[in-house]
């Protein structure tokens, strides 16, 4: 009987995934935590020298948002979210000043775990939010810190992400929500039990589409999730798939000059992303006796990607870099020295990856000379097969200087004599494909990238009495990038731009924590972590200063670079007031080591390279209080982050007024020790109060509050705004907009009503007082005035500005069981 019980109670919580809650060995309930990403029996969190932040699956849906981001951004300490992509289903999760971004070139420096398997995309690290269905999400925590038995790219922490069981769902669910920007959405679920108890199954689909509230921005999502299980007295398997087909555009920055009186404009287009995607994951776990237990996940993930992306296309040389093969042709062709196209561009790419894997590890809970321990020991292996092709086609409207009849587009125009411009935007701003100045279709990229990852994994935690606990682990990972340039033609012939090339990686990361519970109301702890990222295919493939990328395109060869390591000291204390309020406090400091920077090539103001910059330095301090008395629960939360570089290198932006006017073909600026970090609020207040007015009827409200912060292309934070001039004058030229943008407060507010019989209803609302601010900014140029007409270059701060005042209301109905998940 002892046996059958601790096998209920530790299936119970391999099914809840990586981490989640489960019963204690005793009549009281606790919170646990799994010192892996994998299954384990779990360990009080009041022992874990760590500040986890837990979210569950009935908090998260009561809330407004499309994603578990938006849950994150109004609730959880030290996270702030930015839509960089222009698309709510597509945000930037930034904890302690580290990024789970969906965009290629920002820099990484979180994992992503659904179920014990790690989702971060192969070519870049990023993280697909839209992949990750809310409807099924069973619960979720936050891991802070540079935590190495969570693997590559745990540089600030883990993002553990458990899935929905027929155990916990029981019935049929059918959802339809309505309201803001024509969203639209329907869900249907179902999940139930088998007579005996040993199988359970759920599935659901959920469809959205709505126009967006920018300009030319719908979005159509078809999310699919089905998990079928089975368990007995010792073991449990549960088989899961995701499926995916998204349709999304996302309008990002914006010069800020054409947002006046407008804040829906956009622009240039289309910029469109199809994300395809198969996910299959096995995890099981099998008691050996009382106290080993082995537990494994093994997973299949199809993920394929196409964009399009219409641009302003400027292309500029001095007579000795060449960057494209067509416009190297034309620029050869003219007599002068200097050659300067410009035009629209429709960049085009696939993105195919097959990524397999396996895990599995073996939990000890024995007494080690009397004291009580758990030592966990494991392995992984994970294997991807990247495809990715990048096609390019131009439509030029002049150059600077030459004449260009005879060749692809037969155009002539000088600027400085009166020429006319060739028409290569729409009065819609998408780009012109066709005309005068329309050059062929050329593809840009062609490349196979292989990557595999293996590691070995430990860890301890003891308790050496009742009031101290001591956790110690390592974790050793060995990744090998191997990329074959397969394009073919002019592009691939010499060497120089050949893609292909092998790099190795190898680390053991450590980590060693210590916690002291004085109390069963308070705990102590401190800990000091190392973690590491290698660079992925695409970093490897776009690293010549000499030849710049467009992401997510063009790449050039691959100057050899170094993986980030992340070393992080954290300290806390946790604990409770009252029966009714708790507390935490903790403070860190992290420092990447080697970091990854996307760094701008040449004059362009689109083309970069990735390279290792030094040292960039994370600190900060949070603070947590919550509460509930009677029928209203509340929690408020205050983080300070202080993100800086900590060594010094050079960027390239011409729109940066502190870049030297002695140089103006260059525009090098340089960062310093100190400065700051762009798009991380150094300060950040949350707030949520709920109150349940009947048993039937709740009402909750959330506030936030980010500080001001500098905007990308200012990283030396010395930029100076001047509104007297945009023009681009070469020397003592000063660009438009401020470094910064704006601190700003949000206010969002929520309510559900149970009628009974099934039936229930919900309505949310997001920026309640239609304040308008930005999320996010960079200095850029471009060749739009304020009327969005096409000419001359202006240089302006580009930003994307926060959603206006919305709300839905939506309605459910519930039969055939308890649905609900608690």
Same mark, same amino acid.
């Given at each position: 009987?002892?046996?059958?019980?601790?096998?209920?109670?530790?299936?119970?919580?391999?099914?809840?995934?990586?981490?989640?809650?489960?019963?204690?060995?005793?009549?009281?309930?606790?919170?646990?935590?799994?010192?892996?990403?994998?299954?384990?029996?779990?360990?009080?969190?009041?022992?874990?020298?760590?500040?986890?932040?837990?979210?569950?699956?009935?908090?998260?849906?009561?809330?407004?948002?499309?994603?578990?981001?938006?849950?994150?951004?109004?609730?959880?300490?030290?996270?702030?979210?930015?839509?960089? !992509?222009? &698309? +709510?289903?597509?945000?930037?999760? #930034?904890?302690? *000043?580290?990024? /789970?971004?969906?965009?290629?070139?920002?820099? $990484?420096?979180?994992?992503?775990?659904?179920?014990?398997?790690?989702?971060?995309?192969?070519?870049?690290?990023?993280?697909?939010?839209?992949?990750?269905?809310?409807?099924?999400?069973?619960?979720?925590?936050?891991?802070? !810190?540079? &935590? +190495?038995?969570?693997?590559?790219? #745990?540089?600030? *922490?883990?993002? /553990?992400?458990?899935?929905?069981?027929?155990? $916990?769902?029981?019935?049929?669910?059918?959802?339809?929500?309505?309201?803001?920007?024509?969203?639209?959405?329907?869900?249907?679920?179902?999940?139930?039990?088998?007579?005996?108890?040993?199988?359970?199954?759920?599935?659901?689909?959920?469809?959205?589409?709505?126009?967006?509230?920018?300009?030319?921005?719908?979005?159509?999502?078809?999310?699919?999730?089905?998990?079928?299980?089975?368990?007995?007295?010792?073991?449990?398997?549960?088989?899961?798939?995701?499926?995916?087909?998204?349709?999304?555009?996302?309008?990002?920055?914006?010069?800020?000059?054409?947002?006046?009186?407008?804040?829906?404009?956009?622009?240039?287009?289309?910029?469109?992303?199809?994300?395809?995607?198969?996910?299959?994951?096995?995890?099981?776990?099998?008691?050996?006796?009382?106290?080993?237990?082995?537990?494994?996940?093994?997973?299949?993930?199809?993920?394929?990607?196409?964009?399009?992306?219409?641009?302003?296309?400027?292309?500029?040389?001095?007579?000795?870099?060449?960057?494209?093969?067509?416009?190297?042709?034309?620029?050869?062709?003219?007599?002068?020295?200097?050659?300067?196209?410009?035009?629209?561009?429709?960049?085009?790419?696939?993105?195919?990856?097959?990524?397999?894997?396996?895990?599995?590890?073996?939990?000890?809970?024995?007494?080690?000379?009397?004291?009580?321990?758990?030592?966990?020991?494991?392995?992984?292996?994970?294997?991807?097969?990247?495809?990715?092709?990048?096609?390019?086609?131009?439509?030029?409207?002049?150059?600077?200087?030459?004449?260009?009849?005879?060749?692809?587009?037969?155009?002539?125009?000088?600027?400085?004599?009166?020429?006319?411009?060739?028409?290569?935007?729409?009065?819609?701003?998408?780009?012109?494909?066709?005309?005068?100045?329309?050059?062929?279709?050329?593809?840009?990229?062609?490349?196979?990238?292989?990557?595999?990852?293996?590691?070995?994994?430990?860890?301890?935690?003891?308790?050496?009495?009742?009031?101290?606990?001591?956790?110690?682990?390592?974790?050793?990972?060995?990744?090998?990038?191997?990329?074959?340039?397969?394009?073919?033609?002019?592009?691939?012939?010499?060497?120089?731009?050949?893609?292909?090339?092998?790099?190795?990686?190898?680390?053991?990361?450590?980590?060693?924590?210590?916690?002291?519970?004085?109390?069963?109301?308070?705990?102590?702890?401190?800990?000091?972590?190392?973690?590491?990222?290698?660079?992925?295919?695409?970093?490897?493939?776009?690293?010549?200063?000499?030849?710049?990328?467009?992401?997510?395109?063009?790449?050039?060869?691959?100057?050899?670079?170094?993986?980030?390591?992340?070393?992080?000291?954290?300290?806390?204390?946790?604990?409770?007031?009252?029966?009714?309020?708790?507390?935490?406090?903790?403070?860190?400091?992290?420092?990447?080591?080697?970091?990854?920077?996307?760094?701008?090539?040449?004059?362009?103001?689109?083309?970069?390279?990735?390279?290792?910059?030094?040292?960039?330095?994370?600190?900060?301090?949070?603070?947590?209080?919550?509460?509930?008395?009677?029928?209203?629960?509340?929690?408020?939360?205050?983080?300070?982050?202080?993100?800086?570089?900590?060594?010094?290198?050079?960027?390239?932006?011409?729109?940066?007024?502190?870049?030297?006017?002695?140089?103006?073909?260059?525009?090098?600026?340089?960062?310093?020790?100190?400065?700051?970090?762009?798009?991380?609020?150094?300060?950040?207040?949350?707030?949520?109060?709920?109150?349940?007015?009947?048993?039937?009827?709740?009402?909750?409200?959330?506030?936030?509050?980010?500080?001001?912060?500098?905007?990308?292309?200012?990283?030396?934070?010395?930029?100076?705004?001047?509104?007297?001039?945009?023009?681009?004058?070469?020397?003592?030229?000063?660009?438009?907009?401020?470094?910064?943008?704006?601190?700003?407060?949000?206010?969002?507010?929520?309510?559900?009503?149970?009628?009974?019989?099934?039936?229930?209803?919900?309505?949310?609302?997001?920026?309640?007082?239609?304040?308008?601010?930005?999320?996010?900014?960079?200095?850029?140029?471009?060749?739009?005035?304020?009327?969005?007409?096409?000419?001359?270059?202006?240089?302006?701060?580009?930003?994307?500005?926060?959603?206006?005042?919305?709300?839905?209301?939506?309605?459910?109905?519930?039969?055939?069981?308890?649905?609900?998940?608690?």
């Amino acid at each position: 009987m002892k046996l059958r019980i601790s096998a209920i109670i530790a299936l119970a919580l391999a099914s809840s995934g990586s981490l989640g809650a489960a019963e204690k060995l005793t009549t009281s309930t606790i919170n646990v935590y799994s010192a892996t990403p994998l299954p384990s029996l779990g360990l009080p969190l009041n022992i874990i020298p760590a500040n986890i932040q837990i979210a569950t699956p009935k908090a998260i849906n009561a809330q407004s948002g499309v994603s578990l981001a938006d849950y994150m951004s109004t609730n959880m300490q030290s996270v702030s979210v930015t839509e960089m !992509g222009g &698309n +709510p289903w597509q945000p930037e999760v #930034t904890f302690r *000043g580290y990024s /789970a971004s969906p965009l290629l070139g920002m820099p $990484q420096g979180m994992s992503t775990f659904v179920d014990g398997v790690r989702v971060n995309e192969p070519f870049g690290d990023v993280t697909l939010w839209d992949k990750i269905p809310n409807f099924a999400i069973g619960g979720m925590q936050l891991v802070p !810190g540079s &935590n +190495p038995m969570y693997g590559l790219n #745990t540089l600030g *922490g883990a993002i /553990a992400i458990q899935t929905k069981s027929g155990r $916990q769902a029981q019935g049929v669910g059918i959802e339809a929500e309505y309201g803001s920007w024509n969203r639209q959405r329907a869900l249907v679920e179902y999940g139930g039990v088998s007579k005996d108890g040993s199988m359970d199954f759920y599935i659901g689909h959920q469809t959205t589409k709505e126009d967006g509230w920018r300009q030319f921005s719908p979005s159509h999502l078809n999310q699919t999730f089905a998990k079928t299980g089975w368990q007995s007295e010792k073991t449990k398997l549960d088989l899961s798939y995701i499926g995916t087909d998204n349709k999304l555009i996302g309008n990002g920055f914006t010069p800020e000059h054409m947002l006046s009186g407008d804040r829906d404009q956009i622009h240039t287009r289309p910029d469109w992303t199809n994300n395809y995607y198969h996910h299959l994951a096995l995890n099981g776990s099998h008691w050996i006796n009382n106290d080993v237990m082995l537990s494994g996940n093994t997973y299949w993930r199809k993920s394929n990607r196409h964009t399009k992306n219409g641009d302003l296309y400027e292309y500029e040389i001095d007579g000795t870099e060449r960057h494209d093969n067509y416009n190297d042709i034309i620029c050869d062709e003219l007599s002068t020295a200097e050659c300067e196209l410009k035009g629209s561009v429709l960049n085009t790419s696939h993105t195919k990856q097959d990524n397999y894997g396996v895990s599995a590890q073996m939990t000890f809970n024995q007494d080690f000379m009397g004291m009580k321990n758990q030592f966990i020991a494991g392995t992984g292996f994970d294997y991807s097969l990247i495809r990715f092709k990048q096609n390019e086609r131009v439509n030029l409207s002049n150059q600077s200087e030459g004449d260009l009849t005879g060749l692809p587009g037969n155009r002539s125009y000088d600027e400085e004599e009166g020429g006319a411009t060739a028409v290569v935007f729409d009065p819609s701003r998408e780009a012109i494909l066709t005309g005068l100045g329309a050059l062929p279709q050329t593809q840009t990229v062609g490349l196979t990238g292989k990557q595999w990852t293996a590691s070995l994994f430990a860890t301890d935690t003891l308790s050496l009495n009742d009031k101290w606990h001591l956790n110690a682990g390592a974790r050793y990972n060995h990744t090998k990038v191997d990329n074959n340039d397969i394009l073919r033609g002019p592009h691939s012939a010499a060497n120089e731009r050949s893609l292909t090339a092998t790099d190795d990686y190898k680390r053991l990361n450590p980590t060693i924590g210590i916690t002291h519970t004085p109390t069963d109301k308070l705990s102590i702890f401190a800990t000091y972590s190392e973690s590491s990222r290698a660079p992925t295919s695409i970093e490897v493939g776009c690293s010549n200063p000499a030849v710049g990328c467009l992401l997510p395109s063009a790449m050039a060869d691959d100057p050899p670079l170094k993986q980030v390591v992340a070393k992080t000291y954290d300290f806390g204390t946790r604990g409770s007031l009252t029966e009714e309020i708790k507390w935490n406090a903790s403070i860190y400091h992290a420092m990447n080591h080697q970091d990854l920077q996307f760094i701008r090539a040449g004059n362009s103001t689109s083309r970069g390279y990735y390279s290792n910059v030094g040292r960039t330095q994370r600190q900060g301090l949070d603070l947590g209080l919550s509460g509930q008395h009677d029928r209203f629960r509340w929690n408020a939360s205050y983080s300070y982050i202080r993100a800086t570089f900590d060594s010094d290198f050079s960027l390239v932006n011409s729109a940066n007024s502190s870049a030297p006017d002695d140089d103006p073909n260059k525009n090098i600026y340089n960062v310093t020790k100190g400065n700051r970090m762009p798009s991380i609020p150094e300060h950040q207040f949350k707030a949520r109060a709920q109150y349940d007015v009947t048993p039937q009827w709740s009402v909750g409200t959330n506030l936030v509050y980010f500080s001001d912060q500098y905007v990308m292309g200012n990283e030396n934070n010395k930029h100076e705004a001047n509104t007297a001039t945009c023009l681009p004058l070469r020397n003592n030229d000063r660009a438009c907009g401020s470094g910064k943008i704006s601190d700003y407060t949000v206010v969002n507010l929520d309510t559900q009503y149970n009628f009974g019989g099934g039936w229930k209803a919900f309505a949310k609302a997001i920026n309640i007082f239609d304040n308008d601010y930005y999320v996010a900014g960079r200095l850029a140029e471009t060749m739009f005035d304020a009327s969005g007409g096409y000419g001359a270059e202006i240089k302006s701060r580009g930003v994307i500005p926060g959603a206006p005042r919305a709300a839905w209301i939506g309605v459910r109905y519930e039969f055939g069981g308890a649905l609900e998940t608690k």
